[in-house]
């Protein structure tokens, strides 16, 4: 059974900052893009961030500039550095590994709660 195990979610402060870690096989990190998601309270799961294999990083509007997704192909872990947190980045947070039309795997979330 496909793990994507996901890390680091809690709560913060408005203008703080938190990592999100998600770490699976070798097997399914060496050919994934891999991504993040959200979902906010009463809303559809939107897209966050992804880094592919190759080629560069992509992010929704809402996050450019403030998060930062990054691969560590030792540890087979996507990371999501979220900086300058407000109350609307509240959500649950997903991890996603896809490969083409072999894949497409979720982690179980991590709630990131961002207080006022």
């Known amino acids: 059974q496909v793990q994507l195990v996901e890390s680091g979610g809690g709560l913060v402060q408005a203008g703080g900052s938190l990592r999100l870690s998600c770490a699976t096989s070798?097997?399914?990190?060496?050919?994934?893009?891999m991504g993040w998601y959200r979902q906010a309270p009463g809303k559809q799961r939107e897209w966050v961030a992804t880094?592919?294999?190759?080629?560069?990083?992509n992010y929704a509007d809402s996050v450019k500039g403030r998060f930062t997704i990054s691969r560590d192909n030792r540890k087979n872990t996507v990371y999501l550095q979220m900086n300058s947190l407000n109350p609307e980045d509240t959500a649950v947070y997903y991890c996603?590994?896809?490969?083409?039309?072999?894949?497409?795997?979720w982690g179980k979330g991590s709630l990131v709660t961002v207080s006022s």
């Open positions: 996603n590994a896809k490969s083409g039309t072999l894949w497409d795997y």
């Open positions: 070798s097997t399914i990190f060496s050919i994934s893009a």
């Open positions: 880094s592919p294999t190759g080629g560069r990083t």
